[in-house]
């Protein structure tokens, strides 16, 4: 008994570890960006080389963690984001950079997918609140690198890396010491054809939810900034809204929910969620006042909060056999939501001050959009979820 419960801390470790690493680096690209002088253009081509590294080890990493386990994944991912930060720092141009962001996309994708399938595995029967604690450290993550970006290494992105590098080995030493659990793929502990898992019309509804959800919170981060600004609200002050208010707000949201994930089923917390997005967010977008627009985001951050970790639970639970394999799809539908939202922002008006306050419709109306597949996905997946 002892020696099990010692295994299962050591498994809540490695992985909040891995979720700290991938916050850390998620949050990299906006600080590296700055730093490498490089075109409008180009600076786009880096941030869709990273999206698509992150697309294809989604959609990748399932099946193989599935077939193979989860170590593998994660000792694999950490040396690839490892690797390309110690080689990130001494790039010397363009292509360079541009390799080795895809290769860290390619490390971020495997590393999400391992991590939040490990993290799963903690306690099966608490899969969805387990998850919400464990994500608190990504956001803890994404919230250290710009504080230490710009208050212990002067935004110098050599010692950036570096520090996130050491960071990730270490992690990587730390998994390959862990004691895992075994593939979690079909009988016999194979994987399970992916082909068999998309004829599965809860899957599909899953990526669906996925992909509109990330949609609507990366609104929230790249556009509100712009909304406030084209209301009055100085350039600093709005940016503090969005990253005080919003990130606290998530940060409390999954503190909160991981209790109530407890005794609440999953699907009513992401039903409600989705409701609480399409209030939220609607009067986010009517709000003028800089201190109601932090409150109001605040409250946004906390709806949306449970709305990553909790979908995937309950997809680990409606999917007990090739889990690894159905969350990496899902997964890969909410990096994709990421690349388009901006997109279909911008092509709506975004980039008109005018019509910013229209085309950011996009994110009640993705909040409305799963409300509706929630309540079908309560009527056709399993009871626990």
């Given at each position: 008994?002892a020696q099990?419960e010692?295994?299962s801390?050591?498994?809540v470790f490695a992985a909040?570890?891995?979720i700290?690493v991938?916050?850390?680096?998620?949050?990299m690209l906006g600080?590296?960006?700055?730093?490498?002088n490089l075109?409008?253009e180009?600076?786009g081509?880096?941030?869709?080389?990273?999206?698509?590294?992150?697309i294809i080890a989604?959609?990748?990493?399932?099946?193989?963690?599935?077939?193979?386990?989860?170590k593998?994944?994660?000792v694999?991912?950490?040396?690839?984001?490892?690797?390309?930060?110690?080689?990130l720092r001494?790039?010397?141009g363009y292509?360079?950079?541009?390799l080795?962001?895809?290769?860290?996309?390619?490390g971020g994708?495997?590393?999400v997918?391992a991590a939040?399938a490990l993290?799963g595995d903690?306690?099966?029967?608490?899969r969805?609140a387990?998850?919400?604690?464990?994500?608190?450290?990504f956001?803890?993550g994404g919230m250290?690198t710009?504080l230490i970006a710009?208050?212990?290494?002067?935004?110098?992105p050599q010692?950036l890396?570096l520090?996130?590098?050491?960071?990730?080995t270490?992690?990587?030493?730390?998994?390959?010491?862990t004691?895992m659990p075994?593939?979690?793929g079909g009988?016999g502990?194979?994987?399970?054809a992916?082909g068999?898992l998309i004829?599965?019309?809860?899957?599909?509804?899953?990526?669906?939810?996925?992909f509109l959800?990330?949609?609507?919170?990366i609104?929230?981060w790249?556009?509100?900034a712009?909304l406030?600004q084209?209301?009055?609200?100085?350039?600093?002050?709005a940016?503090?809204i969005?990253g005080?208010?919003?990130?606290?707000?998530i940060?409390v949201?999954?503190?909160?929910?991981s209790?109530?994930l407890?005794?609440?089923?999953a699907s009513?917390?992401?039903?409600?969620s989705a409701?609480?997005?399409?209030v939220?967010t609607y009067?986010?977008?009517q709000?003028?006042d800089?201190?109601m627009?932090?409150?109001?985001?605040?409250?946004?951050?906390i709806a949306m909060?449970p709305?990553?970790p909790?979908t995937?639970g309950?997809v680990?639970?409606?999917?007990p056999?090739?889990t690894?394999?159905a969350m990496?799809?899902v997964?890969?539908?909410?990096?994709v939501?990421l690349?388009?939202s901006?997109r279909?922002?911008?092509?709506?008006?975004?980039?008109?001050?005018?019509?910013?306050?229209?085309?950011?419709?996009?994110?009640?109306?993705?909040?409305a959009?799963?409300?509706v597949i929630?309540?079908?996905?309560r009527a056709i997946?399993?009871?626990?979820?």
């Amino acid at each position: 008994m002892a020696q099990n419960e010692n295994n299962s801390s050591r498994i809540v470790f490695a992985a909040i570890l891995a979720i700290f690493v991938y916050g850390v680096i998620a949050a990299m690209l906006g600080v590296l960006l700055a730093s490498f002088n490089l075109t409008p253009e180009q600076n786009g081509n880096i941030a869709l080389a990273q999206a698509i590294g992150m697309i294809i080890a989604s959609l990748s990493a399932g099946p193989i963690i599935d077939a193979k386990g989860k170590k593998l994944a994660l000792v694999t991912s950490l040396a690839l984001i490892a690797g390309s930060l110690f080689l990130l720092r001494t790039s010397s141009g363009y292509d360079q950079q541009l390799l080795w962001v895809f290769v860290l996309g390619l490390g971020g994708g495997i590393l999400v997918t391992a991590a939040n399938a490990l993290a799963g595995d903690v306690n099966e029967e608490r899969r969805s609140a387990t998850l919400n604690f464990l994500n608190l450290f990504f956001g803890l993550g994404g919230m250290a690198t710009p504080l230490i970006a710009a208050n212990v290494v002067n935004n110098d992105p050599q010692m950036l890396c570096l520090l996130a590098a050491v960071l990730a080995t270490v992690t990587l030493v730390v998994h390959f010491t862990t004691p895992m659990p075994g593939p979690k793929g079909g009988a016999g502990g194979g994987g399970v054809a992916i082909g068999e898992l998309i004829s599965k019309p809860a899957l599909w509804l899953f990526a669906g939810f996925l992909f509109l959800y990330v949609a609507a919170e990366i609104g929230v981060w790249n556009w509100l900034a712009q909304l406030l600004q084209s209301r009055g609200t100085d350039a600093k002050a709005a940016q503090n809204i969005v990253g005080s208010g919003f990130a606290f707000g998530i940060l409390v949201g999954r503190v909160v929910v991981s209790r109530v994930l407890i005794k609440v089923p999953a699907s009513l917390v992401l039903l409600a969620s989705a409701a609480l997005m399409l209030v939220t967010t609607y009067i986010l977008l009517q709000t003028t006042d800089p201190s109601m627009a932090w409150g109001t985001v605040f409250a946004a951050g906390i709806a949306m909060a449970p709305v990553f970790p909790t979908t995937l639970g309950m997809v680990g639970d409606a999917f007990p056999k090739g889990t690894a394999t159905a969350m990496g799809f899902v997964i890969t539908f909410g990096w994709v939501g990421l690349a388009v939202s901006s997109r279909v922002i911008g092509a709506l008006g975004g980039d008109d001050p005018k019509q910013l306050p229209t085309a950011l419709m996009v994110l009640p109306a993705a909040s409305a959009l799963m409300v509706v597949i929630m309540i079908v996905l309560r009527a056709i997946t399993p009871k626990k979820a």
